[in-house]
């Protein structure tokens, strides 16, 4: 890549996303100098010699400008090699504050929503006096889910609730604002994993079949309902393994069933060996819808890349929900088939893996090699 070297130099191979061009950088360098806020989250600046990237209206001291590149996004400087100022904090996203009111009294009118009458988007909508569809986009963007999705796991969250405490299912549903059983019983795999009166009962009267087998990186656990997979487990031991699956259906009838399960327990070891690259084996998992659209995003991620925490929050269109992406990636039930193990911090380190860092290093090698290995095959 060529060097800048002076402030009016053209940098012809850098990517279009660096305003090295003399009457872009040169507007881009007085809103550094001058400080000026309107310009902020329409381009960063980076400074070369500390590999730090700042907003143009940042209080730190102002560079020489030959040290100084632009880019159009803080992932674009991130993936530059630079990292966002400590001061300024480029990297995290100003939320106007009209937007973050609109999205508390959107969540204040949701949460004190009776549940005996239908709440629209257009009856949400014309309560705070605003129009439909700048409410769902101003909602999604600064929460990562729909209204409808927001009350869908407001429901969810307060059912399960009461069934962990004895509720009979009638009451149950009828209390946490679902209009009729058959509406809930439809959508239960998605939302539950199963009844309402099993979840209630810890799993019982739910059959799960598992089988134990040797993998490149230990023993592997699958279980599955008749739905599909609901758990992948790698570890050391398998009463470990089997004690893990047994706290998850406490009162489920749980039963080894190696030849039911042998053709998906084969896919998934040759999937880690590096021989088998995807896997479509159905699934049958309890995740809120926050979940969900990290579980979609980490599904997206290609063979032998990464991705991280920051990135998948973007791609949500919340900047601020690192934290909330990394607790789902913990929460992960199906290793391999919801790859979570693509997924590191900002800069390169593996972070938390569940099943241990060593597995997530060795897991991310296998791929990237046997990926590589498809693409030269492909170039010959």
């Known amino acids: 890549m060529m060097m800048v070297k002076g402030a009016d130099t053209v940098a ?113 909508a014309a309560l705070l006096h605003i129009d439909p569809y700048h409410l769902q986009k101003t909602f999604k963007k600064h929460l990562g889910v729909t209204p409808r999705e927001y009350l869908s796991g407001l429901r969810r969250d307060r059912l399960k609730q009461l069934c962990r405490e004895g509720w009979d299912v009638a009451s149950a549903l009828h209390q946490a604002g679902y209009g009729s059983s058959s509406r809930l019983y439809e959508s239960a795999p998605t939302i539950l994993g199963m009844t309402p009166g099993a979840y209630s009962r810890g799993g019982k009267g739910m059959s799960i079949g598992y089988t134990l087998v040797d993998s490149p990186l230990g023993r592997l656990l699958a279980a599955a309902t008749p739905r599909g997979v609901c758990a992948v487990y790698l570890g050391e031991s398998d009463p470990s393994l089997e004690e893990a699956l047994a706290q998850e259906y406490p009162a489920a009838d749980i039963r080894r069933d190696d030849a039911g399960l042998q053709a998906a327990a084969e896919e998934l070891v040759a999937h880690l060996a590096g021989r088998q690259p995807s896997l479509d084996l159905p699934l049958d998992i309890r995740a809120t819808a926050f979940q969900l659209r990290v579980y979609q995003e980490l599904k997206a991620i290609p063979y032998g890349g990464t991705s991280t925490y920051q990135e998948i929050a973007e791609r949500l269109g919340d900047p601020g929900a690192c934290r909330a992406v990394a607790r789902a990636c913990a929460g992960n039930p199906a290793a391999l088939l919801i790859p979570c193990h693509r997924v590191v911090r900002k800069d390169g380190g593996l972070a938390g893996y569940r099943w241990g860092i060593e597995r997530k290093k060795r897991l991310l090698e296998t791929e990237k090699e046997a990926a590589s290995r498809t693409e030269a095959e492909a170039q010959e």
Do not use: K, M
Request: aromatic share 8%; proline share 7%; charged share 30%.
């Open 12 to 124: 012809e191979d850098r990517p279009l996303t660096q305003y090295h061009t003399v009457s872009g950088s040169d507007s881009r360098w007085r809103a550094v100098l001058d400080r000026d806020r309107s310009q902020d989250g329409l381009f960063v600046y980076a400074v070369n010699s500390t590999r730090i990237y700042c907003r143009p209206s940042c209080a730190a001291r102002r560079p020489r400008r030959e040290r100084v590149s632009f880019f159009s996004s803080p992932g674009d400087a991130e993936r530059a090699g630079f990292r966002p100022c400590l001061r300024c904090r480029p990297d995290l996203e100003e939320v106007p504050d009209h937007q973050v009111e609109l999205v508390r009294q959107a969540c204040r009118a949701i949460e004190s929503h009776d549940g005996h009458q239908p709440l629209t988007l257009a009856s949400l």
